[in-house]
């Protein structure tokens, strides 16, 4: 079973950068949309950021301009790098992908196991 696997997460300082990584853990078809969605305590996972396999963006109104979503399609990766980070950007982070595990697979939606930034002086 593919997992995507998380990485990157951690504790930094108002104004700071972080960046996040994810990629699934097993071998794979093709890698449809990917995105990062955050979950901060007591709240429901919202959408931060989405990237098509041709390259076009799209992002939450309060990251833009601070955040900046990539991928590596021959590595199957997705990056996140995040600056100017603010508290409201505390949360765990959760990577989501539609993969094909074969040339004849339906895509289905996959999902990391999140990691933490938190974001506090």
């Known amino acids: 079973q593919v997992q995507l696997v998380e990485s990157g997460g951690g504790l930094v300082q108002p104004g700071g950068s972080l960046r996040l990584s994810c990629a699934p853990s097993g071998s794979i078809f093709s890698i449809n949309v990917m995105r990062w969605f955050r979950q901060a305590p007591g709240k429901q996972r919202e959408f931060v950021a989405a990237?098509?396999?041709?390259?076009?963006?799209n992002y939450k109104d309060s990251v833009k301009g601070r955040f900046t979503i990539s991928r590596d399609n021959a590595k199957n990766t997705v990056n996140l790098q995040m600056n100017g980070l603010e508290p409201e950007d505390t949360g765990v982070y959760y990577c989501?992908?539609?993969?094909?595990?074969?040339?004849?697979?339906?895509?289905?939606?996959?999902w990391g196991q999140g990691t933490q930034v938190t974001v506090s002086s």
């Open positions: 990237i098509a396999a041709e390259g076009t963006t």
């Open positions: 989501n992908a539609v993969i094909a595990l074969f040339r004849t697979s339906v895509p289905q939606g996959y």
